[in-house]
């Protein structure tokens, strides 16, 4: 059973930026599509980015898309997540998780435990 431990998250201005870490256990990530969840304070998880298990290709919610990367080391086994361009509708709870498309949206499979990011302004 894969085993995520998130890192990374932290207190930053509004126009930084951050990078979250997640590194896997049980299961290597390159035979996973990887995604990163957020759930803010009083709302509903939901879907940030992912990366393919090829790694080939990425896909971001409308939000984040252009400041925010995904990416991934296979030899480390880790997926991480660049954060740019913070703002204050950014700070939630993010989570790693693996991931699948139900019904044309992308889910999570298993989650990790989370970190916290807050974007002061």
């Known amino acids: 059973q894969v085993q995520l431990v998130e890192s990374g998250g932290g207190v930053v201005q509004a126009g930084g930026s951050l990078k979250l870490a997640c590194a896997a256990t049980?299961?290597?990530?390159?035979?996973?599509?990887m995604g990163w969840f957020r759930q803010a304070p009083g709302k509903q998880r939901t879907f940030v980015a992912v990366?393919?298990?090829?790694?080939?290709?990425?896909y971001y919610t409308d939000s984040v898309r252009g400041r925010f990367t995904i990416s991934r080391d296979n030899a480390k086994n880790t997926v991480y997540l660049q954060m740019n361009g913070l703002n204050a509708e950014d700070t939630a709870v993010y989570y790693c998780?693996?991931?699948?498309?139900?019904?044309?949206?992308?889910?999570?499979?298993?989650w990790g435990q989370g970190t916290q990011v807050t974007v002061s302004s």
């Open positions: 990366i393919s298990r090829s790694g080939s290709n990425t």
């Open positions: 998780a693996t991931s699948k498309v139900e019904a044309g949206i992308w889910v999570a499979d298993s």
């Open positions: 049980g299961r290597t990530v390159s035979d996973s599509h």
